[in-house]
């Protein structure tokens, strides 16, 4: 290991934490402040910090880490309450998005719909998968500060969130699969194998899940609250992981998830969550968000770069109101309840960054875009709130006064 690693990590480190703070200090989320503070330490501004090899493998840890904890997060029970009001909306809110990224990026950059198969086609499609994303963390908090959590609308909304980003990762799978069947020549038998591993993959995870869900529970049981917990269910995050990506060819971070929930109903599942936190907090968390922002180039950037990222943000969020919120008419909600419920699914965080940064991994996405979805992030993460607010404005809270709000998982 080279001496120059240390000097690259307590610079990322301590940039991260500042401009995560300041950050927070102007009510945005902190994963903004620490990919602007990568782009600030990066090779397109200071040029304090360069890529290498160690970095990108820690921002890898730091993701699986990520979606290992949103899979923690995940409350199955209220999953299956909200029913498939639920689920037609999230479908909507994948659907619509994904069909819109397609649509922008074949006309804006490709000038015409490019040949299926083709590498530029999955590119295309990539970036809609982009915009599928929704951040539930962003809106919960909106919700919660306005007291409409646990109303029908708000439950509705962190139900059809977390669906949304389940769905949003299967076609993650998928679109990956399929790029690299395509590149390696066989795309014409590459869709019914990347089919095939898929739907392998999570008839395994069940089986495998149910009986190390079981085995978790007894040792849940007999040694309650106590660090052996989460140190093997981190050893299950790396273990999926590796079976995702070696066995089935699938994404590693979708195993990570499916750890996640595999452990999601396990009484200590919030103690494992906030083992983990501590471990992406201090290091890894930090360090794969300033990656992006240390991957993000400028040198290329132009003004077909800007239009480009306006479209793309303008699109993301209108997609998603219309998905969302128009299918909920179906459903019976009217007027101002469906742009509440298409406005809570509008924001986009961490897991539109994973999939950002998947992307570029596998080739299928160019750096110069980065910009775009930091540029998303804030202003869906800004709009938001203020956009809800305006919405409930004049309406009585309607949360429970027996409920804190911290039982509210974000």
Do not use: W
């Not at 820690?58 to 909200?82: C, P, Q, R, Y």
């Amino acid at each position: 290991m080279q001496i120059e690693v240390f000097k690259d990590l307590a610079i990322i480190i301590l940039f991260a934490k500042l401009f995560g703070l300041l950050a927070k200090k102007l009510k945005a989320p902190q994963v903004v402040g620490e990919i602007i503070a990568g782009l600030i330490i990066g090779p397109s501004v200071l040029g304090l910090v360069g890529q290498s090899d160690f970095i990108s493998q820690m921002a890898e840890i730091g993701v699986l880490l990520l979606m290992f904890s949103a899979g923690l997060e995940t409350d199955l029970k209220d999953l299956l309450k909200t029913g498939p009001v639920a689920l037609v909306i999230a479908c909507a809110g994948v659907g619509v998005p994904l069909l819109g990224g397609y649509l922008l990026y074949s006309g804006l950059v490709l000038g015409g719909f490019a040949e299926v198969g083709t590498t530029q086609f999955y590119t295309a499609i990539f970036v809609g998968v982009i915009m599928t994303a929704t951040s539930v963390g962003i809106t919960v908090q909106a919700l919660r500060e306005l007291g409409k959590l646990k109303g029908k609308i708000g439950t509705l909304i962190l139900s059809a969130a977390i669906i949304d980003d389940v769905i949003g990762i299967i076609v993650l799978t998928f679109v990956i699969g399929m790029s690299s069947s395509a590149s390696g020549g066989s795309s014409n038998s590459g869709a019914l194998d990347v089919i095939i591993k898929t739907v392998l993959f999570f008839a395994f995870s069940i089986g495998v899940g149910f009986v190390i869900y079981k085995i978790f529970k007894m040792i849940d049981k007999k040694y309650p609250h106590q660090r052996r917990i989460p140190i093997l269910g981190l050893c299950l995050c790396f273990a999926m992981s590796y079976i995702a990506e070696e066995f089935f060819g699938i994404a590693d971070i979708t195993g990570a998830y499916v750890a996640g929930i595999i452990l999601c109903n396990l009484k200590d599942s919030d103690y494992i969550a906030e083992k983990m936190d501590i471990s992406s907090y201090m290091l890894f968390g930090p360090v794969f968000f300033a990656s992006i922002g240390l991957k993000t180039e400028f040198s290329n950037f132009s003004s077909d770069i800007v239009i480009f990222s306006i479209c793309f943000v303008l699109v993301a969020l209108v997609t998603k109101i219309i998905g969302c919120g128009g299918i909920s008419r179906l459903f019976g909600y009217k007027g101002k309840d469906c742009l509440k419920i298409g406005v809570g699914m509008m924001t986009r965080g961490e897991v539109a960054l994973i999939v950002s940064q998947k992307g570029l991994a596998v080739g299928l996405l160019n750096s110069t875009y980065f910009a775009a979805v930091i540029l998303l992030i804030i202003c869906s993460s800004v709009a938001t709130p203020i956009l809800l607010k305006l919405l409930y404005k004049g309406e009585d809270d309607d949360t429970p006064a027996a409920v804190p709000a911290e039982t509210a998982k974000s």
